[in-house]
């Protein structure tokens, strides 16, 4: 480990030398040209030494100035803050202050001189769209950067090439106007004229030379900085599928430009974008360093990372590190840690529930994998919640995704009436979600995250479109299904789905079902009366203590279709006059215009699957 | 090549010379080999209290949060008070190295384990604000000793290598340098958590 540092230290100032080489050959050329060398040189020199100060002492800031982003607290961002701590623990660096870059484009980046002074920069859309595994392999691949000493280099290599690039292009302006009668003290006869042709092929070579070598060294940092991270995180699939998510994201990163686009842990322009340069891109490509990623599997080290590379043919031919350094790491073994027995093969669906991942949430999963022989009843999801309703006897109920009619307190056995209730708009930050809207939460119906709203495909599973109740929408227990096909009543096989992920969880809204109560009365039941339900505007409070029941939803078996429902050309359903309950077979009517999938029963309160929807 | 002072000196005073000049850069060598071993096993140590500093800090958590889901999840009253019987255990032993501080911490760990894997069966709960925070931060005080672990284990097996290394390990043994020890929690009982179906 030591010893790539060592390494990339001595490359760094051979090819600050390289570079600083070619910006002397061009400073002379184009002096000669205008007849006047040591001017020439002199102002290459000056300009460049201006610039490699500025960027030394001010580079980190300029470059998050340039990113627009914002520092944060631990209590703005306690789970942000935790990832980063988890690896500046098994790295063994110092803990690098951490900002925010407001844009929904999911990327990272790191920068600083020394791992003293590093900054790591996320932007939000990071935050929302991936789960904290993947989060902390995103993380991990930064401080790979700060750790190898990437940032200081690739900005180093960066002053260099735009001062290269700077006076080529001053030269070659220069010429040009010049040549239509400017006044230019150029050495007469054929002396000239070979040093005005000389001064021009570097004018137009030196550039594109200096910027493909900074590509080309750009894209080795990228695999090393692969290989770091797991060797942070012993979990490869983690910054894989982060890696494959930010790749499948659509967003445009507006803050990144060609000048950062470097620092990114992911190219930010994208091909589709017109800036996008096919010449060389500073990343290698995504598809590769996802597939190193899951090939590996004999251990975490470089050396292990090295031959997976090898072994696919990606990436350079040479090995990223010297031979001595492979074999350095060889000694030690690393095992790679287990994926939790579910993740093999599952799909990328929404985000998981924060908390549940990390090497404890695995190993806890594991264990109710093991314990879980039946299904659970599935609750309204483990979706962090955006605001809370502050019950009398004190006791705050989380409000559940979705669009629920009533919910019970669970201490006090108070029905609360949602879509009239106020809101208790938590306090501050204190709440610690890393959720974007928390700080604006609670208030009334929030808008959505920007991230989140935007995406017609909805990834953040939970946050249906949010539709005004004032409006009297009869389809008030109507939340669009997050994602096609999910079975949301259905019993998850055991031991397929251990993880509190439960994505499949946000799709079916409801009410709040406390499993454990002392009033789990049988309701009483009241054949044949038909009870007056309009679903929607307020029911009030229902009568007697049906509503702490928990059962499973009642759910028509496939392909009948007890309700009686039809479904018109539209695909619309069409409801009987009259529905009974399955569970304590009460009669109540429809209400008019409900063209929903699910309500609860208004004597018993148990939720009702009337179909599903595909 | 014996030319100009050289030429003055005896061979024996000129062996003498070289002999004292090659003994001086083996000292030299013997010292920065030495000092590699010295920073080394300082990081070792430094690995270990990182480790110290995150168990205290799981400590510290717990009670908090039984205090918090207490009041809901009553019936899971022996899981509560298996986590407070290990938590007692691991404060009695703390501060007294590695040895005597894996087996109850990693009762503990076990304990905290089948916890979450109860909490499963309380959606609600789990989305209630406080005790997601308070989730959050033992899922991430786990982590941090699992990694604290990881990094001291990675700085043990550098250490212990460095000073098995040929010919390094002359050094070690003339000043006394011995491996370390690893620090490896021995996975958590398969025992299955008795879930109530409600």
């Not at chain 1, 029963?601 to 699957?609: E, H, K």
């Not at chain 2, 100009?4 to 001086?24: D, E, K």
């Not at chain 2, 080394?40 to 800090?57: C, S």
Request: glycine share 8%.
């Amino acid at each position: 480990m030591w010893e790539a540092i060592r390494r990339n230290k001595r490359h760094s100032l051979l090819l600050v030398a390289l570079l600083t080489g070619l910006l002397a050959a061009v400073g002379v050329s184009v002096g000669a040209a205008w007849g006047a060398a040591d001017i020439g040189l002199a102002a290459a020199f000056g300009l460049s030494l201006v610039l490699a100060l500025t960027t030394w002492y001010g580079g980190d800031r300029i470059v998050l100035w340039a990113s627009d982003c914002r520092e944060v607290s631990r209590d703005e961002a306690p789970q942000l803050f935790n990832v980063v701590e988890e690896m500046s623990i098994a790295s063994g660096l110092p803990m690098p202050k951490i900002c925010i870059i407001e844009d929904s484009a999911p990327n990272a980046f790191a920068t600083g001189r020394t791992p003293k002074s590093a900054t790591v920069a996320v932007t939000r859309g990071l935050l929302d769209k991936l789960s904290r595994d993947e989060l902390q392999g995103v993380i991990a691949h930064e401080m790979g950067h700060i750790r190898n000493r990437d940032t200081l280099y690739l900005t180093l290599v960066g002053v260099l090439v735009g001062t290269l690039v700077l006076i080529c292009d001053l030269y070659l302006r220069a010429t040009w106007h010049g040549a239509h009668g400017g006044r230019r003290r150029v050495r007469a006869g054929p002396a000239g004229a070979v040093l005005v042709l000389v001064a021009l092929v570097l004018a137009i070579v030196a550039p594109i030379l200096a910027r493909l070598l900074h590509l080309a060294v750009s894209r080795r940092r990228e695999y090393l900085a692969d290989a770091t991270a797991v060797e942070f995180t012993r979990y490869p699939e983690g910054l894989a599928s982060a890696l494959e998510k930010i790749a499948e994201d659509r967003e445009v990163l507006e803050v990144a430009n060609r000048a950062t686009a470097h620092l990114y842990i992911v190219n930010p322009i994208k091909p589709t974008e017109e800036r996008y340069s096919a010449l060389g891109s500073t990343h290698p490509p995504i598809r590769e360093r996802i597939a190193i990623l899951r090939a590996m599997s004999t251990g975490a080290t470089l050396r292990d990372y090295e031959e997976t590379r090898m072994a696919l043919g990606a990436g350079p031919r040479r090995p990223l590190a010297s031979a001595r350094a492979l074999a350095e790491s060889a000694g030690k073994r690393l095992p790679l840690r287990e994926a939790p027995p579910a993740a093999k093969g599952r799909p990328l669906q929404g985000p998981d529930p924060k908390g549940a991942q990390g090497q404890f949430g695995r190993m806890a999963a594991a264990m109710a994998a093991s314990a879980a022989q039946v299904p659970r009843t599935p609750g309204p999801g483990e979706h962090p919640t955006e605001g809370s309703l502050v019950c009398e006897c004190g006791s705050r109920i989380p409000r559940p995704p979705g669009r629920p009619g009533i919910v019970e307190c669970m201490k006090c056995g108070k029905l609360h009436d949602l879509r009239r209730a106020i809101h208790a708009a938590p306090p501050g930050a204190a709440e610690g979600q890393t959720h974007a809207e928390a700080p604006g939460a609670g208030a009334g119906c929030p808008p959505p995250a920007a991230g989140s709203a935007l995406e017609p495909h909805a990834t953040r599973a939970g946050h249906p479109p949010r539709r005004d109740s004032s409006r009297g929408r009869t389809a008030v227990f109507e939340a669009k299904p997050p994602a096609a096909g999910v079975q949301a009543p259905a019993p998850e096989p055991p031991a397929g789905r251990v993880e509190p992920v439960s994505a499949a969880a946000p799709g079916r809204e409801g009410q709040d079902r406390p499993s454990a109560s002392e009033k789990a009365e049988p309701p009483i039941l009241q054949e044949r009366k038909m009870l007056k339900v309009d679903w929607a505007k307020s029911v009030g409070p229902v009568r007697g203590p049906t509503a702490t029941v928990s059962r499973p939803p009642a759910v028509p078996p496939a392909g009948q279709n007890p309700f009686g429902i039809r479904f018109d050309a539209r695909g619309e359903p069409i409801y009987p006059a009259e529905l009974v309950c399955p569970h304590c077979a009460a009669h109540f009517p429809t209400p008019e215009g409900f063209k929903g999938s699910r309500g609860p029963c208004p004597s018993c309160g148990a939720m009702i699957v009337f179909f599903e929807r595909t | 090549m014996l030319c100009g002072p050289l030429a003055a000196l005896s061979p024996g005073l000129i062996a003498l010379i070289a002999i004292c000049g090659f003994a001086f850069l083996v000292l030299v060598w013997f010292v920065a080999v030495r000092n590699g071993f010295v920073t080394r096993r300082m990081q070792v140590k430094n690995g270990w209290a990182q480790i110290d500093v995150q168990l205290k800090r799981r400590h510290d958590l717990i009670p908090n949060l039984v205090e918090s889901v207490k009041g809901y999840m009553g019936f899971e009253k022996e899981v509560l008070e298996n986590i407070t019987r290990a938590r007692s255990e691991a404060m009695k032993v703390s501060g007294q190295g590695a040895a005597a501080q894996v087996g109850p911490e990693a009762a503990l760990t076990a304990a905290l384990g089948r916890f979450y894997a109860v909490m499963e069966n309380y959606p609600d709960l789990k989305s209630n604000v406080n005790v997601g925070q308070l989730m959050e931060e033992l899922t991430a005080t786990e982590n941090r000793i699992a990694f604290a672990r990881q990094h001291y284990n990675d700085e043990v097996m550098r250490y212990n290598t460095s000073i098995q290394l040929f010919p390094a390990s002359i050094v070690a043994n003339i000043c006394g340098f011995t491996a370390e020890a690893f620090f490896e929690i021995q996975a958590p009982e398969r025992e299955v958590p008795k879930v109530s179906l409600r």
